[in-house]
C-alpha cells in the first residue's frame, strides 16, 4: 500500500490522441467532399460539351432585332 | 455532396456525427481513470475501434472481390474500392493512436513486437493495393488486379489479429478472448470500460456503413464521368 505508485499524468498523449484522431477523420470526409463537388463540376461541364451541336447553338442564339436600313430616299439634301 | 442525396443517407450522417460526439463524450467524461496508465487509457476506446472497422472493411473488401470476379460487374469493383480506402484510413488511425497510448506505457513510440508489426505489414499491404491500380489505366484489367490482390491482402487481417495470441510474449494487452502470451500491460476492464467500449464499437461500426454509403455513391460518380469522358473525345 506504502509503494503504491500515484497514477501519472498523461492527459497530454490523450489531448493529442483525440486531436490527430479527429483531423485525420476531418480530413478525410472533406476529401470525400472535395472529391464529389470536382466531379459534378466535370460531369456537368462534360454534359455542356456532348450537347449536339444544333441544341446549343438554339440556346446561346438569341432572336435578332430587325435591323434599320438607311436608303437614299430617307437621307435629307 | 448535399445535391440529390438521398435522404436515409443525411440521416445517416447525422446519427453518425451524433454517435461520435456521444463516444467521445462517453469516453473523456464518464468513463473511469485506468490508475496504472492515466488518462492516456481514453484512448483505448477509439484505438480499438478505429482497428475494428478498419478490419471489418478488410475483410468487408473480399466479397465484392469474389463477386466482381465471377460476375465482371465493375459495381462490385467500386464497392470493394469503397471498403479498402475507408479501412485504410481507420487502420492507420489506430496504428497513430496506438503509437500514442504506446509512449506513456511502453516508455517508446513503436516496439517492433508481433501486433505492431503484423499491423504495420497489414496497412502497407493496402497502401500498395492503390498504387497497384493507379499504375494500371486499363479499368477492367485494373479491376482484375485489384480484386485478386485483395483477396491476398486480406489474409494478413486474421493473422493480425491472432498474432497476440499465437506468440508466448508480447507487449501488446489481449482485450478479447484469452492469450497464451504474457503482456507487459495488464488491463483489468472494469464492467463500465466494457460497456463504453462496445458502444464505441457499435457507433464506429455505424460511421464506417455511412462513409461506406457516401464512398459507393462517389464511386458511381467517377464511373460516370469517366464514360462521358470517353463518349466526349469519341
Known amino acids: 500500500m506504502f509503494f503504491q505508485e500515484a497514477t501519472p499524468d498523461t492527459s497530454g498523449y490523450m489531448i493529442a490522441g483525440y486531436a490527430i484522431a479527429f483531423i485525420i477523420m476531418g480530413i478525410y470526409v472533406t476529401s470525400l467532399y472535395l472529391r464529389y463537388r470536382n466531379l459534378n463540376r466535370d460531369r456537368a461541364m462534360l454534359e455542356e460539351l456532348d450537347k449536339p451541336v444544333s441544341e446549343v447553338e438554339a440556346t446561346e442564339t438569341k432572336p435578332k432585332k430587325p435591323v434599320k436600313t438607311v436608303t437614299k430616299k430617307g437621307r435629307k439634301k | ?234
Open chain 2, 1 to 234: 455532396m448535399q445535391q440529390n442525396k438521398p435522404l436515409a443517407l443525411r440521416i445517416l450522417d447525422g446519427i453518425s456525427i451524433l454517435l461520435i460526439g456521444i463516444t467521445t463524450y462517453l469516453a473523456l467524461f464518464v468513463a473511469p481513470t485506468e490508475v496504472t496508465m492515466g488518462a492516456v487509457q481514453r484512448v483505448f476506446y477509439i484505438h480499438v475501434s478505429t482497428a475494428w472497422v478498419g478490419m471489418l472493411g478488410f475483410i468487408a473488401a473480399v466479397i465484392p472481390s469474389i463477386i466482381y470476379l465471377r460476375t465482371k460487374d465493375m459495381k462490385w469493383d467500386r464497392i470493394e474500392v469503397a471498403a479498402v480506402e475507408i479501412s485504410s484510413v481507420f487502420f492507420f488511425l489506430a496504428i497513430v493512436l496506438g503509437s500514442i497510448w504506446a509512449r506513456p506505457a511502453w516508455n517508446a513510440w513503436w516496439k517492433w513486437e508481433a501486433r505492431l508489426t503484423t499491423a504495420a505489414i497489414a496497412e502497407l499491404l493496402y497502401f500498395a493495393y492503390f498504387m497497384l491500380r493507379a499504375g494500371i489505366d486499363h479499368p477492367e484489367r485494373r479491376a482484375n488486379f485489384g480484386a485478386v490482390y485483395a483477396l491476398i491482402a486480406s489474409v494478413s487481417i486474421p493473422i493480425t489479429f491472432m498474432s497476440i495470441r499465437w506468440v508466448d510474449r508480447t507487449l501488446h494487452p489481449v482485450v478479447f478472448g484469452v492469450s497464451k502470451a504474457t503482456s507487459e500491460i495488464e488491463m483489468a476492464m472494469t464492467f463500465d470500460m466494457v460497456k463504453i467500449l462496445l458502444f464505441a464499437i457499435f457507433a464506429f461500426s455505424i460511421v464506417f456503413i455511412d462513409l461506406f454509403w457516401n464512398r459507393i455513391r462517389l464511386g458511381d460518380l467517377q464511373d460516370k464521368v469517366e464514360q462521358l469522358k470517353l463518349k466526349v473525345t469519341s
